[in-house]
């Protein structure tokens, strides 16, 4: 199947199922299919580990002060909980930006690590996200992943064989070097993720990155490199990112108040927290809180944090 014939497919699925622009769930257990009728502006999203897949139009997201473009026909791989700018650069009501967004499952991805003897030994420069043109096989298993939306009878038995396929091509692919260095829990990049779970589940507490660094046996200056060669930020900016999209996600969806949000996600000072919610939103605390702007969500942004 082409990537047109894919596309095609999934934007008659969303006129049936009335998907609007934001992602929208599908009877695929982990898939969600994407569609967006005009471009947007650069903003603040959470990425978890995922696989996308688009379809038609284009998207860009920022990894550092680099941006990572992956426009129609192309696979993108986010290997962890990933907080970045993205934006939507192609789309219109005629030819809408589709894609495709699947879970990642990373015990899977260790699994066949396992059996399939991937070497992650030789990691050389590994990123949280990272884009290049789909293979056919990819596509062939993901549109055979999609029709099972018309299929549910067959739901249960053939899913897990098409995630294991899909898995398997993810960790082949030239650019799936993150996915086979976390495989290995020796790794550089292992070590990182397992840095990211730590700040992730204890976002709102005081980061003290030397005892961070030697939870995950690095040297400090050894921890600062990779964390920034995976994630393209330091640790402490990591960890402000997740702490004010987290306080947008309780302004909006749970309607707290900016001083409530602000103590709920770490800062001691309400100043402080509008200060840096204003530079990195463009838009004070109070606004957002007073207008409920809808939280921004592609594949699987945005998520609520523990």
Not at 134 to 161: G, Q, T, W, Y
Not at 297 to 303: C, K, L, M, N, Q
Request: hydrophobic share 45%; with cysteine; proline share 5%.
């Amino acid at each position: 199947m082409t990537i047109e014939d894919l596309a095609y497919r999934v934007l008659a699925y969303a006129d049936a199922q009335g998907v609007g622009d934001a992602p929208s769930i599908t009877d695929v257990p982990g898939l969600k299919v994407s569609r967006q009728r005009r471009p947007t502006a650069l903003a603040p999203v959470l990425y978890e580990p995922i696989f996308c897949l688009v379809l038609q139009g284009a998207k860009q997201a920022l990894h550092g002060r680099q941006i990572v473009n992956f426009p129609k026909g192309h696979s993108v791989i986010v290997g962890v909980d990933l907080p970045t700018d993205a934006r939507v650069v192609e789309a219109s009501f005629d030819e809408p930006y589709v894609a495709l967004a699947l879970g990642l499952d990373m015990a899977l991805i260790r699994e066949l690590a396992i059996e399939l003897a991937a070497d992650g030994a030789t990691e050389g420069q590994v990123a949280a996200i990272t884009a290049a043109e789909a293979d056919e096989a990819i596509i062939d298993a993901m549109a055979r992943l999609f029709s099972l939306n018309d299929k549910p009878a067959a739901l249960s038995v053939l899913r897990p064989l098409l995630m294991r396929e899909i898995h398997y091509w993810l960790l082949c692919a030239r650019h799936g070097s993150l996915l086979r260095s976390l495989a290995h829990s020796a790794s550089n990049a292992a070590r990182i993720a397992d840095a990211i779970a730590t700040i992730r589940k204890r976002f709102a507490d005081t980061l003290v990155v030397a005892d961070l660094a030697k939870s995950v046996g690095m040297s400090v200056s050894a921890f600062h490199h990779h964390f920034k060669a995976v994630t393209g930020t330091t640790p402490l900016q990591y960890q402000k990112r997740l702490r004010l999209i987290e306080a947008r996600r309780l302004m909006q969806s749970e309607r707290h108040s900016v001083s409530s949000a602000a103590f709920g996600v770490g800062y001691e000072s309400p100043t402080q927290f509008s200060r840096e919610y204003a530079r990195m939103f463009g838009l004070p605390p109070l606004r957002h809180a007073r207008q409920g702007v809808p939280v921004a969500r592609e594949g699987y942004e945005g998520a609520a944090l523990p």
